[in-house]
């Protein structure tokens, strides 16, 4: 099993910056694909962001230019930057990684006041 700690969600106001963290912990044999997914209110899950083994990333549109992903395998824990945020980026966000299996984290709330 593995684990998953999401941190540094909160309230900023619009155009401010937050980073995000994920850490695993566990029996983690080899984590491959990590991912950034957010839920607004009322609205399907989303893919924010997702970085490979290799570094590569993706990205949604919506997000391009303004947040950054990255990872750090010593410490298996993955980062969202996010700056110059809008309202339009509230919503839970969560972390999901591959370990032989899919895993989720509990979800951290980001507020972007206008």
């Known amino acids: 099993q593995v684990q998953l700690v999401e941190s540094g969600g909160g309230l900023v106001q619009a155009g401010g910056s937050l980073r995000l963290s994920c850490a695993a912990s566990?029996?983690?044999?080899?984590?491959?694909?990590m991912r950034w997914y957010r839920q607004a209110p009322g609205k399907q899950r989303e893919l924010v962001a997702a970085i490979g083994s290799g570094g590569t990333t993706d990205y949604a549109d919506s997000v391009k230019g303004r947040f950054t992903i990255s990872r750090d395998n010593a410490k298996n824990t993955m980062y969202l930057q996010m700056n110059s945020l809008k309202p339009e980026d509230t919503g839970v966000y969560y972390c999901?990684?591959?370990?032989?299996?899919?895993?989720w984290g509990q979800g951290t709330q980001v507020t972007v006041s206008s």
């Open positions: 999901y990684v591959w370990s032989m299996m899919d895993y």
């Open positions: 566990g029996s983690i044999v080899i984590i491959r694909n």
